[in-house]
């Protein structure tokens, strides 16, 4: 009892703060704005994907309600698969290409063609574009599930935008 | 060699200005540095010094480690829920930084715990000791028992909360400290007999 009263009266003198022997802050402020940095990149790059689906969502939405408001519901021949880049073709993007493929075997490239009528074509520009970005992305980001997942829903949309559109057959 | 030269930093605990505190931590989480440059001249001593122990007076890792810790204060600021005085929360941030540094090593074969547990009986008889000559044969404990010995004997942690942070039985950590008190007994008993030795001319200095 006495003996562990004394040894940690002894001990507990030495629970002192200690200034480092130099200032240690600008090596941490220069930490800090490297920090900073990265995560204002992050951030222009999330916001970036979140154009693309913006974009992607505002697209679809109108080529669909275009086509509703013509209710020209006509089945079209085959049409073009989403021509997914082949110098994109990494390990992730390779599985875009391979699930738009497996969906729509019979379809031709020439078959992706414009829309006739004005809104659709505005529509399938806007979902060519936001599918153009995607690759770019999947480039970059080769093992992003979540682009793949994004580049087949746009390929898709844009395959029934296609098909709905009166020049479709 | 470490104990003079730390002796010219040491200074009292500054008593933490909690109102200052949060509204400095506001600031920072905001994105202010000066802020935050307020916040770590407040604090760094604090946190220094318990590194410092830690490591085993190694001023170069010490120096390291708390600068990690304030980066990583600096990124989890916005996570602070202002519960516990924020120079409570930076205080843990800093050894949990330094403990990480100990776990990741791996430089010490942990002996098992039921040994450990066996070797705990018995009390280590009281040895006092000059500062200097404590400080270094605390740095030369082996890591965890030197960690187990500064939190519990120096920073006043409970078992519990050491066990919890390395990742250890309760039993482990009392074993660790038993270990660690009598390796350091030992130490500062030869350290004196050396010392005596010296003042009655039967070795000279340089042994």
Redesign the interface.
Known sequence: M???F???N?????????????D??P???A??AT??AAHRRSRRSQIGWFAIAATLVVAGGAGLTAWRWQHAVRVPAPVAVAEVRPDAAQPVAAQAVASTTATAPELTALDWAVPDDPMLAASAQNLDNASAQLQDALEQRPDAVFLVGLLNRTNSMRLRLLRKSPNAG | MHGAALSMNVRSYEVPLGADDNALVRRSVAGDTAAFEQLYRGHVGRVHGAILRLVGMDRARAEELTQDAFVRAWQKLSGFRHESAFSTWLYRLGVNTALMDLRGKHEEVAAPDDELEFAAGGEVPFCAGERGDIERAVSKLPPRARAVLVLHDVEGWKHEEIANELGMAVGSSKAQLHRARGLLRRALTDSRDVSAKIRNGEVSHEQ
């Open positions: 006495n003996n562990e004394l040894w940690r002894q001990m507990r003198r030495h629970a002192e703060a200690v200034e480092p022997a130099r240690l802050w090596a941490i402020a930490r800090l920090t900073a």
